[in-house]
């Protein structure tokens, strides 16, 4: 029973080390909660230090970190789309572009997103159906968008994963 115990904290940090992992990969990828999976490596990796190395502080500025990540992802998208007057649709086809480019491997993602927001302007306007340099141009405009989100919430990503290693080594 005893040596159960002692292998309970291995377990528990193979554990963080797989969220983190996750996290990361969540931050590009639209099926996982990248940030979230982040935080909860943090405070579940603080807490089996017993928040000595690894404080509140850190935990604090994680979760700060996190919420700016997922505010970063939207904003980013809206803006992009909103620069060209995009429709709503559009945002919403370049979410399940990036969902459908999930199976076509990493030029499924970087594409997928570009065709969805222009399917979703083509639905969303009757008025610019037939004019494919508008459709074009919201669909890069909604993709450049949600690629700066992305490239944001991965720096804040690592910056969460750096603040969580240097508090557990200083």
Not at 30 to 46: C, M
Not at 150 to 170: E, N, R, S
Request: glycine share 14%; charged share 10%; aromatic share 8%.
């Amino acid at each position: 029973m005893v040596e159960s115990l002692n292998l309970l904290p291995t377990v528990l940090w193979f554990v963080v080390v797989l969220l983190f992992v996750l996290g990361l990969a969540g931050l590009v990828l639209p099926a996982l909660p990248g940030s979230g999976l982040l935080l909860a490596a943090v405070v579940l990796g603080a807490w089996i230090d017993g928040f000595e190395r690894v404080g509140w502080l850190t935990v604090t500025a994680c979760a700060v970190l996190a919420v700016l990540a997922v505010l970063a992802d939207y904003v980013a998208g809206v803006l992009g789309a909103k620069r060209v007057n995009a429709h709503p649709y559009a945002l919403v086809g370049a979410a399940l572009g990036t969902l459908v480019g999930l199976f076509g491997g990493i030029v499924g993602l970087l594409f997928m997103p570009f065709v969805g927001a222009g399917l979703g302007e083509w639905i969303g306007r009757q008025d610019t159906r037939k004019d494919l340099g508008r459709i074009t141009q919201v669909g890069l405009a909604t993709w450049l968008g949600m690629l700066i989100g992305t490239v944001v919430k991965l720096a804040l990503g690592f910056l969460m994963v750096g603040l969580f290693v240097l508090a557990l080594v200083v």
